[in-house]
């Protein structure tokens, strides 16, 4: 993407630059004028970190990476091979990616496909479809926080999760013509990149988990602040007003517009709005977008198997619609 624009487009991106430096220094500025507003805001990110996403994530990033250790992610996508290739054109590595993802959520998905990527067990085209349906919410989330937490419902969360699997299937199906496919059955894949044997396992597990999931935390306390500064400054308000539009509700409108940059904030702000078509509609759409936080979280991982972004990103809206409009006919 970037070779493209300089090529083509040379001034956009310096453009994109000047723009890009230009936003980040008003938010600088903005938190040098009100700092005890945006601390606070840094430290309801930690907090969400530490208490909601630190214990949940942690255990998953440290068993996946000692299944992929001791090459038990190798045999499981030998089994998969012939559905994975049928249904979605990837090898059987995909079944694997995309158990886990459901099962852990956001960013585990990306990170496995990162790491698989890494370890040249899967190409860049194979990377690249994986991601369009393996990005996924968990149900601990999904279930959990924004069913029984926030909505008051088991049964809402359930519907939820089952409109945000069938969207990520489905968006799967129709990527699966995205580049060669040239996926070789699993066992005869040779690795690209020899990984360095290492006689402490244990340890190597947990030193990459726990530097992805401080990543991860870097990531939610930073979008935290932004969320803030961008909610107090009103700076969606074209996006909230045109979507009022449709709603007939400001508070709908409003909460999925911001949520769009944290999801859980989104979540949380359209369940108070009451139970309604719009608000489980629009939080099933927020949940498959997972925010602009989720998504930087997982181009950061995705990088590493030198997955499409633009393909990737285009996927998330994909999924994002398809989520709307299941849970609207659900």
């Given at each position: ?211 992805s999931i401080a990543t991860v935390g870097g990531f939610i306390c930073v979008f935290y602040v932004v969320a803030d500064i961008l909610q107090n400054l009103d700076a969606l308000y074209p996006l909230w007003k045109a979507i009022s539009l449709i709603t007939k509700n400001e508070e709908i409108s409003k909460a999925f517009a911001y949520g769009l940059i944290e999801c859980t904030r989104g979540c ?63």
């Amino acid at each position: 993407m970037k070779q493209f624009f300089s090529r083509k487009f040379p001034v956009s991106r310096k453009l994109l630059k000047i723009v890009l430096a230009v936003c980040v220094s008003a938010c600088m500025l903005i938190i040098l004028l009100k700092p005890s507003v945006y601390v606070a805001s840094a430290l309801n990110g930690v907090k969400l970190w530490a208490l909601v996403v630190l214990p949940a994530l942690l255990p998953f990033f440290f068993f996946t990476a000692l299944l992929s250790k001791i090459s038990v992610t190798e045999k499981l996508a030998k089994i998969l091979e012939k559905p994975c290739k049928k249904l979605f054109k990837t090898s059987g590595f995909a079944a694997y990616v995309f158990l886990m993802s459901v099962l852990s959520g956001y960013p585990v998905g990306a990170k496995i496909i990162g790491d698989l990527g890494e370890n040249g067990l899967i190409d860049s085209d194979d990377a690249t479809r994986t991601s369009t349906f393996c990005s996924t919410s968990g149900p601990l989330f999904i279930v959990g926080s924004v069913g029984v937490g926030m909505f008051g419902s088991a049964s809402v969360g359930k519907t939820l999760l089952l409109t945000h699997v069938l969207s990520a299937l489905v968006t799967g199906l129709i990527f699966r013509f995205f580049g060669k496919s040239s996926c070789v059955e699993t066992a005869r894949k040779p690795l690209l990149k020899e990984p360095p044997e290492s006689d402490n396992v244990l340890y190597d597990c947990v030193y990459s988990s726990v530097v992805s999931i401080a990543t991860v935390g870097g990531f939610i306390c930073v979008f935290y602040v932004v969320a803030d500064i961008l909610q107090n400054l009103d700076a969606l308000y074209p996006l909230w007003k045109a979507i009022s539009l449709i709603t007939k509700n400001e508070e709908i409108s409003k909460a999925f517009a911001y949520g769009l940059i944290e999801c859980t904030r989104g979540c949380k702000t359209l369940a108070l709005c009451g139970l309604s078509t719009y608000s489980l509609t629009f939080a099933s759409a927020l949940i498959s977008f997972g925010g602009v936080s989720v998504l930087v979280q997982s181009v950061a991982f995705l990088k590493k198997a030198n997955v499409k972004i633009s393909v990737f990103l285009l996927a998330k809206i994909v999924q994002t619609s398809l989520s709307f409009v299941l849970l609207f006919i659900f």
